[in-house]
């Protein structure tokens, strides 16, 4: 949705994809908390994260302000949330693999979860199955699933504080690991300028057209599975 919506329709579907967004946020960092916690982080902080209420995970600029300028600038959503401060120090690098794998898993455990359902209700009759990107339904969850697989693929970019970072903070001596969290300001920098010249923003600024049918083919993959479940409930519903 590029647009701001008009018809009381419009806003109730725009309503739906920002929660519905909200919560893939929310599985995110509650995957990381619930992990950091049952591996050793037992702080109360880490603890209240683990919960799937969006509000705690909420972030000013990553929730709030990105999504925002992305979509008005960008036609797409680009975005966060509050990033889980776990002790490194306390559970060690390898847990700390873990932990940081949590994240993206819980991003793509969300999207199939999702994928399940909307097949479902199209297997079933409930949506439409001719007309189904045309419901409500789909608007509302189509986006969340594509958000959600981009946020857990985004996020296993082998850069500092991303949690593909974490991972090859692991295979790295104490020293050489230090030395590489501490550029973790420049590592989100270049991850959010390869995510833009990806998806072409930055086509206008001489660096290329980057490859922005990966998003397409993203999305696309998403409905083909969406259609795939809808033919198996069907069968067996």
């Known amino acids: 949705m590029t647009s701001m919506p008009r018809t009381t329709e419009e806003w109730l579907i725009f309503a739906g994809v920002v929660f519905m967004i909200l919560m893939t946020n929310a599985c995110h960092e509650a995957g990381h908390a619930f992990s950091a916690f049952q591996l050793g982080d037992r702080r109360v902080e880490v603890f209240r994260r683990a919960t799937l209420n969006p509000i705690p ?5 990553y929730t709030v302000v990105l999504p925002f300028l992305s979509l008005l600038l960008l036609g797409w959503i680009l975005g966060g949330a509050k990033p889980v401060r776990v002790d490194a120090g306390t559970i060690g690098p390898r847990r700390m693999a873990l932990v940081a794998l949590a994240g993206p898993l819980a991003n793509f455990l969300y999207a199939g979860f999702f994928i399940a359902v909307l097949g479902f209700l199209i297997g079933g009759g409930w949506v439409d199955g001719t007309a189904a990107v045309a419901s409500p339904v789909w608007k509302i969850l189509k986006p969340a699933i594509w958000f959600s697989v981009i946020l857990g693929l985004f996020n296993l970019l082998p850069f500092p ?4 970072g974490h991972v090859v903070a692991m295979f790295l001596p104490d020293r050489p690991r230090r030395v590489w969290y501490a550029i973790g300001p420049a590592g989100i920098i270049l991850a959010l300028v390869l995510t833009l ?4 923003a930055l086509a ?5 057209r980057g490859w922005p049918e990966v998003y397409g083919l993203l999305a696309a993959r998403a409905e ?3 259609f795939a ?3 198996f409930w069907r069968s067996i519903l």
């Open 204 to 208: 206008g600024f001489g660096f290329g």
């Open 57 to 61: 995970h909420i972030h000013w600029l």
């Open 161 to 164: 504080p991303l949690d593909g």
């Open 197 to 200: 010249w990806v998806g072409g």
């Open 224 to 226: 083909d599975n969406v």
């Open 229 to 231: 479940m809808a033919a």
